[in-house]
Nanobody, 127 residues
Framework: QMQVAESGGDLVQAGGSLKLSCTASGFTLDDYAISWWRQAPGKAREAVACISGADGSTYFKDSVKDRFTISRDDAKSLVSLQMNSLNAEDSAVYYC????????????????????WGQGTQVTVSS
């Protein structure tokens, strides 16, 4: 059974950094994309970043493009999201999700492409 689990959420000051981890189990990352999403209170869930095992492509939401990086360690079944220069608008529950097979990240992720979701981890940025 495919599962993913997030960790690393915390309270951080504006301008600080945080690294989130997504650990996969029940499948190998090779043929799947892993994406990070976030949802703030009263707002829709939005895709933040994505990395594809199928073609190596990545995607970043414009507002995080120069601040966030995504990486994967297939041997550890781990995908990390490094977040730098955090601001209050980054505060949200962050989710990682695994895609259906052979999904690319050359375009923004869509909810229907992602079938396996974690429980979320809270990121709070204090200003």
């Amino acid at each position: 059974q495919m599962q993913v689990a997030e960790s690393g959420g915390d309270l951080v000051q504006a301008g600080g950094s945080l690294k989130l981890s997504c650990t996969a189990s029940g499948f190998t990352l090779d043929d799947y994309a892993i994406s990070w999403w976030r949802q703030a209170p009263g707002k829709a869930r939005e895709a933040v970043a994505c990395i594809s095992g199928a073609d190596g492509s990545t995607y970043f939401k414009d507002s995080v493009k120069d601040r966030f990086t995504i990486s994967r360690d297939d041997a550890k079944s781990l995908v990390s999201l490094q977040m730098n220069s955090l601001n209050a608008e980054d505060s949200a529950v962050y989710y990682c999700a695994a895609s259906r097979p052979f999904i690319s990240c050359r375009r923004p992720p869509t909810l229907y492409e992602y079938q396996t979701w974690g429980q979320g981890t809270q990121v709070t940025v204090s200003s």
